[in-house]
């Protein structure tokens, strides 16, 4: 499903004395099959925007379409919004959300504080009970395959976590529970704000291979917000930086982290390897990398190896 977004503005509170602005204009089109990187500092609409991507947040304001009306078109009217994900138009009142978010699966910032259910296994099958159609509940049997699936996906074993509380396992292994419980539905595009987020090194490393496996396999694209630099640069295809609820830049990783001084400059950070490629340009010496490590590390050795 390809995700086509234009105009669209988002306003906290609109109309109250704590109206916040947190989307202003933004125009983004997110192919199907990209991994695609959202990024931005803290506070720039990032959470805002992937929101609207499975409509749970509707917009009063962006969502009015443009009417003629009999006055004048003004320079000031609001152009038209469109925000469409596949073949569903979410600026229509008509638009079957539930069938849009059995599609687009969204995970939350530490979702793991979203567990509720007084097993895993009623938690992650939650969501599959929940998005059923009507008259088509699942049986007990499907119920427990797909559970199964969804854990063993995210690393978890059904015979020793399914009948468990989810509180009583670690930080790491409750979120994934909370991922297989997005991911049970097999969505097409995978959502996911801060996944990584307070994980450490190698949960971090074990969470994107997850993704790119899933991405590989039944999930068409995968949408990750990031504080993460590195990240961003050794996964997207493409990233999108948020600033202000605008975006400032929207390309590849190779093309972005190249104009490292305007990433600089919105406060946000580069990754390490293009903080050395800009230590080795001040030196005279000029790698032109994708910034993976892996190609960083090649371009360096075959210089190196040109040299000699
Ligand atoms: N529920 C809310 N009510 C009022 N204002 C909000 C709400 N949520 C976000 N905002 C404001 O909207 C703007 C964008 O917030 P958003 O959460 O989308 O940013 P973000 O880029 O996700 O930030 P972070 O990196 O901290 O998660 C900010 O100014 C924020 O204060
Ligand atoms: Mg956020």
Not at 26 to 45: A, K, M, N, P
Not at 111 to 133: S, W
């Amino acid at each position: 499903m390809r995700i086509v977004c234009e105009n669209l503005s988002y306003t906290y509170n609109e109309g109250s004395p704590f109206a916040a602005k947190a989307l202003d204009g933004v125009t983004l089109t997110i192919e199907e099959g990209e991994f695609f990187g959202v990024i931005g500092h803290t506070g720039s609409g990032k959470s805002t925007f992937v929101q609207h991507l499975n409509g749970l947040l509707r917009l009063p304001t962006s969502l009015k379409k443009y009417k003629p009306k009999k006055r004048k078109k003004s320079e000031n009217e609001a152009p038209m919004s469109v925000l469409r994900v596949g073949e569903f138009d979410l600026t229509s009142k008509n638009t079957d959300f539930r069938a849009l978010r059995k599609r687009v699966g969204m995970v939350f910032q530490y979702p793991e504080y979203q567990l509720f259910a007084e097993t895993v296994e009623k938690d992650v099958a939650f969501g599959l009970e929940n998005f059923a159609e009507k008259g088509q509940k699942p049986t007990e049997e499907e119920v427990k395959r797909a559970v199964s699936d969804a854990l063993a996906t995210v690393g978890l074993d059904y015979n020793e976590v399914a009948s468990k509380s989810p509180f009583d396992l670690s930080g790491g292994q409750k979120r994934r529970v909370a991922i297989a419980g997005v991911i049970v539905t097999k969505p097409e595009v995978l959502i996911l704000d801060e996944p990584a987020a307070g994980l450490d090194p190698l949960g971090k490393q074990e969470l994107m291979e997850l993704l790119h496996k899933i991405h590989g396999d039944w999930c068409k694209t995968v949408v990750i917000v990031s504080h993460d630099m590195d990240e961003i640069a050794e996964n997207c295809t493409r990233a999108a930086v948020f600033s202000e609820g605008k975006i400032a830049m929207c390309a590849s990783p190779k093309e972005l982290f190249s104009h490292a001084e305007e990433l600089l400059s919105l406060g946000l950070d580069i990754p390490l390897t293009a903080k050395l490629v800009l230590a080795l340009k001040e030196r005279g010496i000029e790698i032109d990398c994708d910034y993976t490590v892996e190609d960083f590390v090649q371009k360096v050795l075959a210089r190196k190896g040109g040299r000699a």
